[in-house]
């Protein structure tokens, strides 16, 4: 895959902070596949932060394997099933990739459609899961705990049962600066540090101004984003989290 580096077309920086990794070698992942499915092997993925497992048919003949994402607790040769609604499960259990609409309330789930045989785009980091709040107007809603906002989904979409894996990825530590360069982070300059040109806070002093962004948008004190947007055609609603205990405990 193509790496930009933080540059466009015409090589100038856009996005700072950026250049300079290791070469990635990237895995497909296979999102429409439909059946019972043994868990063959943990794999590292470059391109993503959680876990990727290879997984195969169970009672087909077929040498080839399907790299899916992992769901935390899932161990080698336990059975995952991946179904749209054509199989009858009797028990539902974690791994498992099923229609959204079968499932009860208050039920963790992950990496989650928006719009069915797309794959999934909800809650697919390492260690995110929503919640399952109910059934409204033939969507489902559900609840991401790591952004604290409600998405309604189409009924017939899939996602996967539990949290997804790697949920320590957040405590981890870098022990040199190489190790940041490695994966194209590069170092970033204090506005003070620059010309006046260059940055709001550049020159001989700030002069005791608010802190700002490069851009002149103010770093801190407010947000400067849009509450109220819509985004990616699905309805979004920030609800408190206090509210939903009942349903995350």
């Given amino acids: 895959m193509n790496y930009s580096g933080g540059r466009n077309n015409s090589g100038k920086i856009t996005v700072r902070g950026k250049g300079g990794r290791q070469k990635r070698l990237y895995r497909q992942l296979h999102k429409n596949i439909i059946g019972i499915f043994e868990l063959k092997e943990f794999m590292y993925h470059a391109y993503v932060n959680c876990f990727v497992v290879k997984i195969k048919k169970v ?36 791994g498992d990739r099923i229609l959204v ?17 797309d794959g999934g785009v909800y809650c697919r980091s390492a260690g995110t899961y929503g919640v399952i709040l109910g059934d409204r107007q033939n969507k489902v809603r559900i609840y991401m705990i790591r952004t604290k906002m409600v998405i309604s989904v189409n009924k017939n979409s899939i996602c996967t049962v539990g949290v997804m894996s790697n949920e320590g990825l957040e405590n ?61 055609g699905a309805l979004k609603s920030y609800i408190f989290k206090d509210n939903l205990d009942v349903f995350i405990n």
Avoid: C
């Fill in 59 to 94: 009672g087909v003949i077929d040498l080839s394997n399907r790299n899916v994402l992992s769901a935390k607790g899932v161990q080698i040769k336990d059975r995952s099933v991946y179904d749209r609604g054509e199989l009858r499960l009797k028990e539902i259990k974690t």
């Fill in 101 to 117: 609409q079968s499932l009860r309330m208050g039920t963790w789930v992950s990496n989650i459609e928006n719009v069915p045989f």
């Fill in 172 to 232: 981890m530590k870098f022990s040199k600066a190489g190790d940041k360069r490695r994966i194209g982070i590069r170092p970033l300059v204090r506005g003070e540090a620059m010309n006046a040109v260059d940055h709001p806070h550049g020159g001989a002093t700030r002069g005791g101004k608010e802190l700002r962004t490069k851009w002149g948008k103010l770093a801190k004190f407010k947000s400067t984003s849009n509450q109220k947007k819509y985004s990616d």
